[in-house]
């Protein structure tokens, strides 16, 4: 398929915010790509260049980009910069410059889908002396023989901003719409994704094999499974009645996610992240205790890693832990903070996945591969069916100085990629206070007034996502709570981003000074989920729900976590009934 035509689809996403017809656009586009090229082009219509978990990222400079437009066209790099401030999107500058060419254009090149993915793909890759120039000349030469829109789009992707605002959600019914003629699908292919982690490999699959294909595809090594979610109650006799009356009830570690995929034979071992990133050279501790303490062959265990303190049976708070989210360091950092893992799940053992066997026998192959119990331990929990002995657990771990506990129904699967009731967590609450924070995705910033015209920066607006519709809809302004070097971070990062139109997939009836994509999450306290007019969180007859008094308790942007990890706008609405219950409660 020709990079041609790619972009003229990728034009009219840009043109709509129904998702209904991006969903119409983007299944004609894949049904047309071929089954050697869909993969690819799947990766550059979500603007990556694989899933994250292989981790090849393109993000050049604006300034490399700058001088490649500059050089692709016969202008000067001034006269380029100056059209970009003009219009806030190199992309769209590119494409004027292209159309304006001085230079006499190669038009013979016409680009297949493969040509730019491979193209771009050797950008990401060109790194150590003298990449920079290379890199440039790279991006110059497929200016030089690209159309205007074509030019648009090429540049977006070398900077890492195709900013097309297709969610996952999307491309699964886009695939289900090309491929088996409707969205019925979907669960079928989402189902498929929540095993592999992977939209390329899944339009591959699904274009070669039709549906059998993807109905085909199991957990394996060195594919992450996306994780498990669970669900809130606020009492043990309601955790008890959703349990069917008996269940584990287990500490809940405040640490950092990870899921171990460990194969003997070939010694090799990845640890991946809550949203699947690798973070294998970060924690060489764990690959040495995952060789020597689990007892299996192969095996993908799942758990929560937190420094812990032996001695003085302490638990480590999670911006402690957090340090050890490092490149550089690395090695020291884990003689002085080693961690413990406390595992609590096991997804795969000796070839096969456990992940479809009940939760009882889970925890049970776990115990028989983790014999050695050193740095990888089991998480500590009982099986009960009295809420007395839950709620003396619960204030038990409190005194320790955990977060909480996870209740896990004793009969249940592992559940990937989703949030449901076989797991559900109760956590302390403050007095005066949400018993949880909540998880927001950031669309917006004010401009600041008074002592924070200083960094120009006067809070952000904020929001929820919407996984029913895949949209995101807004949920408070946070004007409090930053430090004068979060504001400055945090302006640094949006500025990236920034827009002055709303992006796709967002809902909002207020007007932030500027939008930004939805991409990254910040942890907020609230005192008081309320209804309101200005917000489109769970949005009916014109009252959506916001926060009373929301501040900022993350040390700024959640690295772990990406724009669809935000807390849903299904679990505000839980959220506020069991605000109301307590309330009514006293
Ligand atoms: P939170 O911010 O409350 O951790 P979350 O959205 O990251 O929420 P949830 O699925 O809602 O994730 O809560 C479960 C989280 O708790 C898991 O992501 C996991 O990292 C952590 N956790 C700690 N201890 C346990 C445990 N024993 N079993 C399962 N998850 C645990």
């Known amino acids: 398929m020709l990079f041609k035509d790619t972009a003229s689809y990728y034009e009219k996403l840009e043109g709509t915010s129904s998702r209904l017809e991006m969903i119409d656009i983007l299944s004609e586009l894949l049904s047309k790509s071929s089954s050697d090229e869909i993969k690819h082009l799947i990766y550059l219509t979500q603007g990556v260049l694989s899933p994250s978990f292989e981790g090849i990222v393109i993000g050049m400079a604006e300034s490399f980009a700058e001088q490649a437009i500059a050089a692709a066209t016969g202008y000067s790099k001034d006269s380029v910069i100056d059209a970009y401030k003009r219009s806030g999107d190199l992309g769209t500058t590119a494409e004027s410059f292209c159309a304006k060419s001085k230079l006499k254009r190669i038009n013979s090149k016409r680009f297949e889908v493969n040509d730019i993915y491979e193209s771009m793909h050797r950008i990401a890759k060109t790194g150590g002396t003298g990449s920079q120039e290379l890199k440039i000349r790279m991006l110059m030469e497929m200016l030089s023989a690209s159309s205007p829109l074509e030019a648009r789009y090429i540049t977006r992707f070398a900077l890492g901003r195709l900013r097309l605002g297709l969610g996952d959600a999307t491309i699964l019914e886009a695939l289900s719409k090309a491929f088996t003629g409707s969205r019925d699908s979907k669960p079928v292919l989402e189902n498929a994704y929540n095993i592999c982690s992977d939209l390329g490999r899944i339009g591959e699959i699904i274009s070669k094999d039709g549906i059998k294909g993807i109905e085909a595809i199991e957990v394996g090594l060195f594919s992450p499974i996306r994780p498990a979610l669970a669900e809130r109650l606020p009492t043990a006799e309601e955790i008890l009645e959703k349990t069917h009356g008996e269940c584990a009830i287990e500490s809940k570690y405040d640490g950092l996610r990870q899921q171990i995929h460990m194969d003997r034979k070939r010694k090799k071992v990845e640890i991946y992240s809550r949203n699947l990133e690798v973070l294998t050279p970060m ?242 306290r609230a005192d008081e989920i309320t209804q309101s007019s200005m917000h489109t969180c769970g949005i009916n007859n014109g009252k959506g729900y916001a926060l009373r008094f929301p501040r900022l308790v993350s040390d700024g942007i959640r690295e772990d976590k990406s724009a669809e990890d935000a807390t849903t706008t299904k679990e505000v609405i839980e959220m506020f009934e069991m605000q109301r219950k307590s309330k009514l409660s006293g």
Do not use: C
């Open 283 to 524: 924690f060489p501790e764990v690959v040495k205790a995952a060789l020597d303490e689990i007892d299996a062959d192969s095996a993908i265990i799942e758990g929560e890693a937190i420094g812990y303190n032996e001695s003085t049976d302490q638990f480590l708070p999670f911006q402690e832990t957090i340090q050890r989210k490092r490149k550089h360091g690395v090695e020291e950092m884990s003689r002085e903070m080693p961690l413990t893992l406390f595992s609590f799940d096991i997804m795969y053992l000796n070839g096969k996945e456990t992940m479809t066997r009940p939760y009882h026998e889970r925890r049970k192959l776990l115990e028989s591969v983790l014999k050695k119990r050193r740095m990888i331990r089991l998480s500590d929990r009982i099986v009960t069916k009295d809420p007395k002995k839950i709620d003396e657990y619960f204030n038990n771990v409190i005194e320790d100085g955990l977060e909480g506990i996870m209740a896990k129904e004793l009969n249940s699967k592992y559940i990937a990629g989703a949030r449901k009731f076989s797991w559900i967590k109760l956590k302390r609450s403050y007095k005066g206070e949400l018993s949880d924070t909540l998880d927001l995705v950031i669309l917006g910033y004010y401009l600041g007034k008074g002592l924070r015209a200083e960094f120009k920066f006067g809070g952000l607006l904020a929001g929820v996502y919407n996984e029913k519709d895949d949209v995101f809809e807004t949920i408070t302004r946070i004007g409090t709570g930053f430090s004068e070097a979060q504001m400055k971070s945090l302006k640094k990062a949006l500025d990236e981003i920034k827009s002055k139109h709303r992006p796709a997939r967002v809902n909002a009836v207020v007007e932030p000074d500027f939008w930004v994509d939805p991409k990254f999450i910040v942890t907020v």
